[in-house]
């Protein structure tokens, strides 16, 4: 009979085992892998019913070329038939002339390795030498050998471009990415015009560490954007990520400029409201020439004033100059940016 303790101990140890083959069975599968398993099996399926011999090979060489984007599938396919191509003429050739014999791979390899690397075609390596170890298995030479090699090429390659002719657009989670990281700049100048405000502020600037993380995953995502559209040769969200991460680079330097203001003056209560509007102008239409206008009537504003009678208030209404200087390149960066409408509505308010 079992003790109480041993019995806990055992249902214990049954719900983690169960809880594990749970985690386990719960396996993701992603565009890209179900797009390679069709691929692959579609390919082995096309060379088995043309009764081609090493017709795995073909759904090997599918698998190897299907990527993550339309321009590398493009170029991976490319090299990879080239570079088979070449092998099953190189070895053809070299194996007919030396023998086959394992010297004769070794031999194969030391010239085809740094030719496949001065041709630019180093992907294909692998591939090919699938293809280059069927002509040493064969032993021989044959139109019907090259015929069939030839034939799991054109599949496997084939297969390949086919799955990979349509791929989902990323273009929606582009326009989340943009959503979130105006709200973010939208935040943070409202913390900005908190501070100019009250002096003190208990925000910590998670804000701007979360936005450069964003505009890095932002680009990347925008790449990979670009390179799905074969003959488009640059992308208006990767240009307007990186109009985003100028602007970065100015926020931070803002940052160290208004903590260093420990005198208030009315000037301060002036910019606060600025930032407060550029903070709520941020939204899906172009109205950066608004906020210079605006910034210019500010500037002019500060210039009718009286000249600063004590060095305290000179110290603050300085610092506040700097910040107007980094405000005024802020927009300048924003009215710069040029957007391309057939991409796509991405402009934003500043």
Request: net charge neutral; proline share 2%; charged share 25%.
């Amino acid at each position: 009979m079992k003790q109480p303790g041993n019995c806990y101990k055992d249902e214990t140890l049954k719900d983690d085992r169960d809880e594990r083959r749970n985690r386990a069975l719960n396996i993701p599968i992603g565009y890209r892998t179900l797009k390679t398993a069709i691929g692959a099996a579609s390919a082995v399926a096309v060379a088995q019913a043309l009764q081609l011999d090493f017709f795995a090979s073909a759904g090997i060489i599918a698998i190897l070329c299907i990527q993550r984007t339309r321009k590398k599938s493009l170029m991976t396919a490319w090299e990879r038939f080239a570079a088979c191509m070449l092998g099953l003429a190189g070895g053809s050739l070299l194996f007919e002339l030396i023998g086959y014999h394992p010297l004769s791979i070794g031999l194969l390899m030391l010239l085809f390795i740094p030719l496949c690397v001065r041709l630019r075609i180093t992907s294909g390596i692998v591939t090919s030498t699938v293809i280059i170890f069927h002509v040493y298995t064969a032993g021989m030479v044959t139109s019907g050998l090259l015929i069939n090699e030839t034939a799991l090429i054109v599949i496997g390659v084939g297969t390949a471009l086919l799955m990979n002719s349509y791929i989902p657009s990323n273009e929606r989670k582009l326009e989340r990415y943009q959503a979130e990281l105006e709200q973010y700049y939208a935040a943070i100048f409202h913390r900005f015009a908190e501070y100019i405000r009250h002096g003190d502020s208990n925000w910590d600037g998670k804000e701007i560490t979360k936005v450069s993380a964003l505009i890095q995953e932002a680009k990347n995502e925008a790449m990979q954007n670009l390179e799905n559209h074969i003959m488009r040769y640059e992308d208006t969200f990767y240009h307007y990520f990186k109009m985003r991460e100028k602007q970065l680079d100015i926020i931070e330097r803002l940052m160290p400029m208004l903590t260093s203001i420990d005198y208030h003056v009315k000037q301060a209560d002036m910019l606060a409201a600025f930032m407060d509007d550029l903070a709520d102008g941020v939204h899906p239409a172009n109205t950066a020439y608004k906020f210079i206008d605006k910034l210019e009537e500010l500037k002019e504003s500060y210039r009718d004033m009286k000249l600063p009678s004590t060095r305290e208030e000179f110290e603050a209404r300085s610092a506040l100059a700097h910040v107007v200087k980094e405000l005024d390149d802020y927009l300048a960066i924003k009215q710069q940016f040029k957007t391309k409408k057939r991409y796509g509505v991405l402009e934003t308010g500043n």
